[in-house]
């Protein structure tokens, strides 16, 4: 089973978790409400029931291109020349992992294979491929 789907707007990291006065470490607003706009879009293509199997994620992330750069270096952004560096690509993933974990698969340690980059665009959006991954010693 492959699963394809896009959503738009700007890509967003995981927030690092904040702790309490007493000690207890929660999830930031800013993050829960982040996965909670991609998920709204992200849901229509949700499997029946949670995926079981291993699975092979890939991700593109396309960043919107930033207005006080030169016109010059945003045709290089458009072209590919230009890369995003202001987000670590690691936090934008476990952003997009933990707001599909439940819903597209059973637990985020079924991932055993993952691609994923970043790109400027005119259209900031998240680009997400799940494949099942057929283990050979499965077979």
């Known amino acids: 089973m492959i699963i394809k789907f896009v959503t738009f707007g700007e890509p967003y990291s995981k927030c690092r978790p904040r702790f309490s006065r007493k000690g207890f470490a929660y999830t930031p607003a800013k993050t829960k409400q982040n996965e909670k706009d991609f998920l709204s879009q992200a849901i229509a293509y949700r499997p029946k029931e949670p ?12 960043m919107g291109i930033p207005l006080s750069k030169s016109k010059k270096w945003q045709e290089r952004a458009r072209a590919g020349q230009e890369r995003p560096h202001k987000r670590d690509l690691d936090n934008q993933i476990k952003l997009i992992w933990d707001a599909m974990n439940t819903i597209f698969y059973a637990d985020d340690r079924q991932i055993v294979e993952l691609s994923a980059r970043k790109f400027y665009s005119d259209v900031p959006r998240v680009e997400v491929e799940i494949t099942e991954v057929i283990s050979n010693e499965r077979m």
């Open 51 to 62: 995926l079981k199997t291993d699975l092979r994620i890939d991700l593109t992330f396309y």
